[in-house]
């Protein structure tokens, strides 16, 4: 089991995709993507692009190495660790090409599988994040996209 702390970075292993923004990681932790939301891909609620979130993580994330970065908050009201995933570690993580190339919480967001959310605290990475929304948002990209609609269309003939 890989698990390694640097300054504020820890290397862990992603084991299991929970939806298209939580992940549970090596060591057990369910961890909650900090600056996205993603729409709902639980067997009890699914909302439009929410499997392809969830897809789009698991393709990305499962049974690899990551690195997890705390912004302000340690966890949510449940429990949840609240983190910037990294696919790789930074050099300098305030840069904006670093951010969209190495940043699993901006990726999700340039693909248009999430929206940037602020959670008051934790904002460090919030202006890069509804930057690159607007971004996502300009080239119509996954839930921005024109066929949105198609995810709500069904037919009632029999």
Do not use: H
């Amino acid at each position: 089991m890989i698990e390694e702390k640097t300054n504020d970075l820890e290397l862990v292993i992603v084991i299991k995709v929970i939806d298209g923004d939580t992940i549970v990681v090596s060591d057990g932790r369910r961890v909650r993507l900090v600056g996205v939301n993603t729409p709902e891909a639980s067997y009890y609620k699914k909302e439009p692009y929410g499997i392809q979130a969830k897809n789009y993580t698991t393709y990305k994330l499962l049974g690899k190495s990551v690195w997890l970065q705390r912004d302000v908050s340690d966890v949510d009201i449940y429990n949840r660790s609240l983190r910037i995933v990294w696919l790789e570690k930074p050099v300098k993580s305030m840069d904006i090409v670093e951010i969209r190339e190495k940043m699993f919480n901006a990726q999700l967001v340039l693909e248009g599988l999430a929206e940037a959310k602020a959670y008051i605290p934790d904002v460090t990475y919030n202006r890069f994040l509804i930057r690159f929304m607007g971004e996502a948002k300009e080239t119509r990209r996954g839930m921005w996209g024109s066929k949105i609609i198609e995810m709500y269309s069904f037919s009632l003939d029999k």
